[in-house]
T-cell receptor
């Protein structure tokens, strides 16, 4: 089974500053998808950004961008111009692109992000 | 835009009782996934359905069963409830299992076992 590791249980950032959340994963597959989900105190699970493994270009969504290093199996999330509303638990997730486990998400343990005013 | 609807939002049961959780996917979405998130834990995949057929099975106890109906809504049936079943249960939907569309999550059902 694929494993996703988030080595930072907690991170903090000052409002308007930049923060990077780390994620590594273990897989023998060549085709897959990676995601960052945000879970605020309301407990919703909100998709932040996604990356297809076959794309070399890093995904970007407004203030959120990723640094995808396929060879290193690394997928970090950079949040620029941090806002108070960014405070949440952030989960990195992996999804296979083929096989019997197609579709299911494997989550990391999460990184709790605190944003200071 | 319409989102994934889960009901109920909160459910309190006692040990050995049964519970049914419902999930209504985003219109046109044909794939449904169920996840269980224990307190302070990451979500764990339980089971998924594509076009009303079970497509994948994860760490779902034998006491649990699920199905997807003709209108694509899904129900998770839980019997002989145990204290350890207390968790947040998420349903997610996507357009197609084979597609690269992401999963969209509902707000979850918080199940508390007394």
């Amino acid at each position: 089974a694929q494993t996703v590791t988030q080595s930072q249980p907690e991170m903090s950032v000052q409002e308007a500053e930049t923060v990077t959340l780390s994620c590594t994963y273990d897989t023998s597959e060549s085709d897959y998808y990676l995601f960052w989900y945000k879970q605020p105190p309301s407990r919703q699970m909100i998709l932040v950004i996604r990356q297809e493994a076959y794309k070399q270009q890093n995904a970007t969504e407004n203030r959120f961008s990723v640094n995808f290093q396929k060879a290193a199996k690394s997928f970090s999330l950079k949040i620029s111009d941090s806002q108070l509303g960014d405070a949440a638990m952030y989960f990195c997730a992996y999804r296979s692109d083929r096989g019997s486990t197609l579709g299911r998400l494997y989550f990391g343990r999460g990184t709790q992000l605190t944003v200071w005013p | 835009a319409a989102g994934v609807i889960q009901s109920p939002r909160h459910l309190i049961k006692e040990k050995r009782e049964t519970a049914t959780l419902k999930c209504y996917p985003i219109p046109r979405h044909d794939t449904v996934y169920w996840y269980q998130q224990g307190p302070g834990q990451d979500p764990q995949f339980l089971i998924s359905f594509y076009e009303k057929m079970q497509s994948d099975k994860g760490s779902i106890p034998d006491r649990f069963s699920a199905q997807q109906f003709s209108d694509y809504h899904s129900e998770l049936n839980m019997s002989s409830l145990e204290l350890g079943d207390s968790a947040l249960y998420f349903c997610a939907s996507s357009l197609s299992e084979g597609n690269n569309q992401p999963q969209h999550f509902g707000d979850g059902t918080r199940l508390s076992i007394l």
